[in-house]
């Protein structure tokens, strides 16, 4: 019996740090294990004890990336948990500062971390040397997501204007409609970066993955709903913890996500794209359709494609949230706490979001659970990575070891997210 | 000008960007730079920086940004081979400075944070505590901020490789709020505010929101901590609410450890 181990031990561009293990006997898979070696950060444990209006700030420092989705998730658990409905137009500017964290954190993916994959870069800085138009558009994308983040938040990493019940002080009507004509801008970039994209190369894959994403009453998810999957889950926020759980791995300081029966899932662009097609913009439908994507995408080398629609959702839909924004007549609605649990979940750019709270009377926190996007892909992800490994398993080394931190990078993981991911390290004897 | 000098052939500087226990955000801040990130790629060699490129150049490093707290063993020694690959480090960001959100295990029932998260605590490898880099290497400089303000990074960078000591204030939010002509939240309306021991740096944001802050680039030079729990205590902020406050996202600096220690010692629910 013959085994060697593959190794990769720093993953890069991804968001946080993680390693891979591939274990190969006999010509054949044997294990791969993505090892979050990024240390453990305890967010669950130092959320108890401290008052419940302090959970969007605090779970905002899980990850720099999608501090927005933390916010957002929190304090709807905390809405809920208190008995508290934010009215439609607090709803709407949440959404809006939402939807300029999906577009700066999707345009940073497509253009600083993916693409070189799929053109032979070793970075976005080394792609903007032989296309600098290219990326000097991307990174234009880039900067209007963080824009509408600091026009509604205050800045774009970690925005300080989120509160349970609202905001601290609401954005002038000229402030928001000030960003319109940007976004105008953006929707037609960002229909350029999916025509730039589809034609990229794309290696035929078809995976058959259980997507899991919220699906809301009306339109494209973004802050809620109900949470369906492609083989026929419908669920309410409170249920979600009777379907999946989580698994610590004894080489990863990630908690593993998977269904009750052990078998693993899909969140992201990918499913939420899958599972919500018909309800994107009327604009970002046909763009879709125009680059190729039907209305369902498995591969997920294409995730890229689906990231460029979904900005050209998001862009569509903060432009319409800009043009109709009126300041609303209070910047929050007063929430007080009352003991209970609330459940909250929201679509992060990189997918399901789910957080739970207990607080006392007093506001303040007994317990917590916070599940993010990347701990509940990482079984998936090592599916797919049995996947790419078995087919170029003759693959000189190095080379394998690219095909495998590319397969790796389709999913966007966030390891910061997921600490609470990953080292590729093949190991063949 | 020595003739070593003139001689030698000009090379960029090397920059080399480390994560510890973080939240990537400090980091992202530097490809947040949109407008300038192509420019300083051109004035510097990106020699390491796994979230931006793939390229893992070897040192030494001229510039060595480091984001994050030391809470593992092997994080502990591996700050100290960054620290002998660098001519010049600096620390980015409230967790490399402070220890961060993370540290808040430092304090009393830190212990029992492991067994909440993880069922099984014997594969966790982690240090009892998440500890600034400054505990464990000399650093050249500390830039503040959860997360730190872009323009302070530029300014940081350019100085640095240009061999000037960088401009950046030590004085408190307060000053920040005086020159935006921001009317004082707590004397006009009692909200509960750390920026008078609180670092400038933010441009007094939360304020601007009509927000007091909350402290996220760190104690000021020679603040007045005590002083402040006083004033929050007249206007009606009890102990727990002060412990709190001072135990936040920069709450292991010293000295907003020792003050939030003593509002914990005193047993009343206030």
Redesign the interface.
Known sequence: MKTRTIKVERLTRVEGEGALTLRLRDGAVAGVECRIYEPPRFFEALLRGRHFTEAPDITARVCGICPVAYQMSAVQAMEAACGVAVPVPLQDLRRLLYYGEWIESHALHIYLLHAPDFLGYESGIALARDHPDVVTRGLELKKLGNAIMTAVGGREIHPINVRVGGFYRLPTRAAIAGLAERLRWAREAALETLRWAAGFPFPEVERDYELVALRPALGYPIDGGRLVSSWGLDLAAREYEAHFVEEQAPYSHALQSHRRDGSPYLVGPLARYGLNSERLTPLARQAAADAGLGPVCRNPYRSILVRAVEIVHACDEALRLAEDYREPDAPAVPVEPRAGVGHGWTEAPRGLLYHRYEIDGDGTILAANIVPPTAQNQRTIEEDLRVVAGEHLALPEPELALRCEAAIRNHDPCISCATHFLRLEVDRG | MSTTRTTRTRRKPKLAVW???????????L??C??A??AV?DAVE?TYF???????GRGPYDLSLVE?AI??P??AERIKAIRRASRVLVTIGACATAG???A??NFP?GE???P?????PE??E?LAT?TPIADHVPVDFALRG??IDKRQLLEVVSALLNGRKPAIPTSSVCLECKLRGIPCLMVSGGVHCMGPVTQAG?GA??P????GC?G?FGPMETPNTAVLATVWRRHGAGRR?LV?AFRG?TGYAEPFRTESLAHEDQNDQG
């Open positions: 994560k510890f226990a973080s939240c990537d955000g400090c980091q992202l801040t490809l947040d949109e407008d990130l192509l790629a990106i796994l979230e931006a490129t793939s390229v893992q994050g809470s593992t092997a994080d961060g959100i993370q808040l295990r029932g029992t944070f492991l909440i998260v993880y069922p099984h594969y966790v982690t998440a959860c997360p933010c944001l939360c601007s929101f009509g927000r909350f996220c609410e709190r996202f």
